[in-house]
């Protein structure tokens, strides 16, 4: 079992930025690709950014994709979404995820990730 902890979130003003951290524990020996979803009211989860476990391999999705960056430091456990240039289109909660299945393959899908955190809200104010 791995338990995922987001902090980070908060409210912030349009073309700011914001750093989430996901620390992991428990079976953290395991390697595990790691991945950030969000989810705005009324709409589903959606994919963010995923990293393998080397860290060799991100994705990003479209809309994020040159304002978003994805990064871990497994030493400490912990992996990192660095937004910048946020648009209130961005609010959202949101979660980070954990995959060991498949560690150096970073997945897009939710189905791919078998840990979840609680979440962290972002809110973008216009």
């Known amino acids: 079992q791995v338990q995922l902890v987001e902090s980070g979130g908060g409210l912030v003003q349009a073309g700011g930025s914001l750093r989430l951290s996901c620390a992991a524990s428990g079976r953290t020996s395991s390697s595990y690709a790691m991945g950030w979803f969000r989810q705005a009211p009324g709409k589903e989860r959606e994919f963010v950014a995923a990293?393998?476990?080397?860290?060799?391999?991100?994705y990003y999705a479209d809309s994020v994709k040159g304002r978003f960056t994805i990064s871990r430091d497994n030493a400490k456990n912990t992996a990192y979404l660095q937004m910048s240039s946020l648009k209130p289109e961005d609010t959202a909660v949101f979660y980070c995820?954990?995959?060991?299945?498949?560690?150096?393959?970073?997945?897009?899908?939710?189905?791919?990730?078998?840990?979840w955190g609680q979440g962290t809200q972002v809110t973008v104010s216009s």
């Open positions: 995820a954990a995959d060991p299945r498949r560690p150096v393959v970073a997945g897009t899908r939710p189905q791919q990730y078998d840990y």
């Open positions: 990293i393998s476990w080397s860290g060799g391999r991100t």
